[in-house]
């Protein structure tokens, strides 16, 4: 036994990761990142279902599946807002060792104050604020982080660059939906019973429409008109249940879902983005399509109007 730990010992000492394919690697990769080849370095394996590992000592090449939890798409690291950094930005130069040392493993990861909080480059996004918010929510539990909820990897600020806003709704509840519907994930931060998410909203009329058209913070956040996108989350018996809360004259959609659209709006002069400030109104948003066809049926009455006007000049001057 004591020999076979010994030899398992030897042969991790002379274990190695072959040298990463850099052909493989997207031109568009480059556009964006300065690190692209260093990077390389850790995605040949996490980027990788399965990776390669060589045993120098014996000659042997030795296939290994990766964790699914550590492997990390491309194209989802290079289009988020993260695109820019190298892996060792985030990540101890331990990492650089193979076997990763158990140390490493287990550090502490940063926090988006760590790099966003108290600086003036990012003061507009008020993370300060989003700190507080998340330090007064339920979610504000023991090893719960940002990054729970915003891959360092992938994320990419969607409400806020998304012409769609179904798409938008899509992406921010996959947020919700990638612990509350995986109970695998669930049960790493909580000892509560798995929730059947289809029956625990069994009072709402219309399911499928709500759940696609809406996000999940619509109704399970607290409004803050400082930041975009608010991150206190309530106790569920605190959530919005009354269908006049979205479905009135002054909705919460225009203070939640739509408060990006209204301040957009309003920076270009249009009556319609004022009136949504105060008002959900059906069919006031705008649209771009109906906007040149009201443009082109003015324009056309200008011109029948002076065309009129001049056939009126010329009869009476007859």
């Known amino acids: 036994m004591i020999a076979g730990i010994l030899l398992a010992?030897?042969?991790?000492?002379?274990?190695?990761?072959?040298?990463?394919?850099?052909?493989r690697i997207k031109s568009s990769y480059y556009e964006v990142n300065d690190f692209v080849e260093e990077n390389e370095n850790c995605l040949k394996c996490h980027g990788e279902v399965k990776?390669?590992?060589?045993?120098?000592?014996?000659?042997?090449?030795?296939?290994?599946?990766?964790?699914?939890a550590d492997i990390l798409d491309r194209d989802a690291f290079y289009t988020g807002v993260h695109r820019a950094f190298s892996c060792t930005d985030c990540h101890s130069y331990d990492y650089e060792t193979f076997p990763h040392p158990l140390e490493a493993r287990l550090e502490e990861m940063y926090t988006c104050l760590d790099c966003h909080g108290y600086d003036e480059n990012f003061a507009h996004y008020n993370f300060e604020v989003i700190q507080e918010e998340f330090e007064a929510s339920i979610h504000n539990i023991d090893e719960f982080s940002c990054w729970k909820c915003h891959d360092p990897h992938?994320?990419?600020?969607?409400?806020?660059?998304?012409?769609?806003?179904?798409?938008?709704?899509?992406?921010?509840?996959?947020?919700?939906?990638?612990?509350?519907?995986?109970?695998?994930?669930f049960m790493l931060l909580t000892d509560r019973e798995e929730i059947n998410l289809v029956e625990s909203h069994d009072w709402l009329p219309n399911q499928v429409s709500h759940f696609s058209s809406v996000r999940c913070i619509e109704c399970h956040t607290e409004i803050n008109d400082t930041i975009l996108v608010a991150h206190k989350i309530l106790p569920r018996e605190e959530a919005v249940k009354k269908c006049t809360e979205c479905h009135s004259r002054n909705s919460r959609l225009m203070q939640?879902?739509?408060?990006?659209?209204?301040?957009?709006?309003?920076?270009g002069g249009f009556v319609n983005g004022v009136i949504l400030n105060d008002a959900y109104v059906i069919g006031a948003n705008q649209n771009d399509f109906l906007n040149w066809i009201s443009l082109l049926v003015f324009g056309l009455t200008l011109v029948v109007i002076l065309f009129h006007t001049v056939l009126r000049i010329r009869n009476n001057k007859n």
């Open 154 to 185: 992938s994320y990419r600020a969607f409400i806020r660059n998304s012409q769609d806003i179904e798409e938008a709704v899509r992406y921010d509840n996959n947020m919700c939906l990638n612990c509350h519907s995986n109970f695998d994930r």
């Open 9 to 23: 010992a030897c042969i991790m000492t002379f274990a190695q990761i072959p040298e990463a394919d850099t052909s």
């Open 256 to 267: 939640t879902l739509y408060k990006f659209e209204v301040k957009e709006g309003r920076k």
């Open 51 to 68: 990776y390669a590992l060589e045993d120098t000592l014996f000659g042997r090449v030795l296939t290994q599946y990766m964790c699914p």
